[in-house]
């Protein structure tokens, strides 16, 4: 499987609380995206950073990417309750396809 | 940004069943879309890529011929489900790509008796 892993797969944390997830893949990449997805609904996109970048900024959303590692991570800073979903990198390689990760589930109480 | 649309939404089927599951891009053409299926508490897994005009492309592992799709417009993509089986109940995502990103689909949660 080219699956990629995340950590931690369970992150829960209070509200104001800045959370961090990262991501690990195998192959080459083009760009690696973050996904978030509310229980039982589709993908929202975040956040996408190219293979020749090594951080990436949106609002509350900090991204990293080291291509030696072959790891990234997503920092969500100043955590709300609505940030609650499950969070899923994703890899583009050369043939255009995606290939998600594991997934981080974050739980943001109040 | 881009939308991508699914119908049905949820569909309760009985065993030995087929379902079609459609995915529509509603403001741009796609000439490539992609299938995935997701189980619980699990992540997204490519089944097959569907192009336009051609065959669909499946990954390793899944049956072309259990999951058919329908690449006929720009804009549609149908996925149907043959002779579905309890182990078949999933919720299944599509998605379009327009320029360098995907748009995805809400999903459709397939639950087979």
């Known amino acids: 499987s080219q699956q990629g892993e995340e950590d931690p797969q369970a992150l829960s944390i209070q509200e104001g609380e800045n959370a961090t997830m990262n991501c690990s893949y195998k192959t080459s990449i083009n760009n690696l995206q973050w996904y978030r997805q509310n229980s039982g609904r589709g993908l929202v996109h975040l956040i996408l950073?190219?293979?020749?970048?090594r951080e990436k900024h949106s609002g509350r959303l900090r991204v990293t990417l080291d291509t030696s590692k072959k790891s990234s991570s997503l920092l969500i800073t100043a955590s709300r309750a609505a940030d609650t979903a499950s969070y899923f990198c994703?890899?583009?390689?050369?043939?255009?396809?995606?290939?998600f990760g594991t997934g981080t589930r974050l739980q943001v109480t109040l | 940004g881009a939308v991508v649309s699914q119908h049905p939404s949820r569909v309760i089927c009985k065993s030995g069943t087929s379902v079609k599951i459609e995915c529509r891009s509603l403001?741009?053409?796609?000439?490539?879309m992609f299938w995935y299926r997701q189980f619980p508490k699990q992540s997204l897994m490519l089944m097959a890529t569907s192009n336009e005009g051609s065959k669909a492309t499946y990954e390793q592992g899944v049956e072309k011929d259990k999951f058919l799709i329908n690449h006929a417009s720009l804009t549609l993509s149908t996925l149907t489900v043959t002779s579905a089986h309890p182990e078949d109940s999933s919720f299944y995502i599509c998605s379009a790509r327009e320029s360098h990103q995907q748009f995805f689909g809400p999903g459709t949660r397939l639950t087979v008796l």
């Open positions: 994703a890899t583009d390689d050369a043939a255009s396809k995606l290939t």
């Open positions: 403001d741009f053409q796609a000439t490539t």
């Open positions: 950073i190219r293979s020749n970048e």
